[in-house]
Nanobody
């Protein structure tokens, strides 16, 4: 089995910064991609940023220029550096990863439990 554990959420004032971390552990042969999603109250979960191994990243338009996703493949960890935070960034942030548990096996998607980010005006 594979576990994803997020950390780094909290309460910050508008304009501030937070850095989220997500560590994957368990039976892991390969991970690709790793991504961050978020879900605000009353809204659908949306993709925030995705890192496809090899240096390709994608961002939702609302965070471009403010958020940066990065990976530490040695430790199976993905980060989300969030700068210039806005109240509309308030949400539960979830990490996910498509994981191959053995050579030649299919990829399965795993989710973390989420970490709350609250940005006050």
């Amino acid at each position: 089995q594979v576990q994803l554990v997020e950390s780094g959420g909290g309460l910050v004032q508008a304009g501030g910064s937070l850095r989220l971390s997500c560590a994957a552990s368990g039976s892991i042969f390969s991970i690709n991609p790793m991504a961050w999603y978020r879900q605000a109250p009353g809204k659908e979960r949306e993709l925030v940023a995705r890192d496809r191994n090899g240096g390709t990243t994608d961002y939702v338009d609302s965070v471009k220029g403010r958020f940066t996703i990065s990976r530490d493949n040695t430790n199976n960890t993905v980060y989300l550096q969030m700068n210039s935070l806005k109240p509309e960034d308030t949400a539960v942030y979830y990490c996910n990863a498509d994981v191959q548990t053995a050579r030649g096996s299919p990829f399965f998607r795993f989710w973390g439990r989420g970490t709350q980010v609250t940005v006050s005006p």
